[in-house]
């Protein structure tokens, strides 16, 4: 399907990717525990649990009613896998010990870092201008202390045929207490030149990085 990655070629992605980049990523169990469903990876640097990673595949959905694409569909779907691991990361982690990573892969243009961004603020913006603010609607409410606690996000888009990545973009929640270590994984993510992936947290585009 265009615009989707399975979920199996997302883990190897983003495995080997991980790895590249001197991480080394345990896959946890895929059973359940407490009734939600572990979280994909504990990732290990110099052999010590350094984050907990959970992967994500949106889709681009149209809406039911309307049959096209619309934003509130799109932030309101990302809002909701955002639920769904919060709610994996404190099953499996319930003291929150480590920093939660949250790695979304899409292979579809019209589905990338924008929305994540908009999805995360609540807000649909055209540079500085919001155009649609979402921050009282329901759904975003009701999920704005579950987004509070994920420490960062990653989302990486891919292309279809290659299954490579040729764009990625993290976001730190400034809140967190991990900031600091935060910092120190993110700069390790960097891409190298020789692996050719636009990295959105590049000087030309720090004016996208903000609070959430």
Known sequence: MSGFIDERTALEIVDNYLRTHG???KRLSSSKKAGQKTP???????NRVEFICEI???KLLRNPLTKIFNWNTTVSKIREHSSKAYKQFLSYDKNHAYPWALFFISSHPQLNWKNMLDSLCGTITVG???IKDLRNQRFIKATQSEINNIDFFVWIQVNPRR????QLVNFMNLNSRFIKKIRTI???LIPYEDEDIL?????KYRRIRKKF
């Open 40 to 46: 994909d990876f504990e990732i290990y640097i110099e």
């Open 56 to 58: 994500k595949t949106p």
């Open 128 to 130: 500085k201008l919001i």
């Open 23 to 25: 991480c080394t990523p």
């Open 186 to 188: 993110i700069k390790r």
């Open 199 to 203: 990295d959105i947290n590049a000087k």
């Open 163 to 166: 299954k490579k990545i040729y």
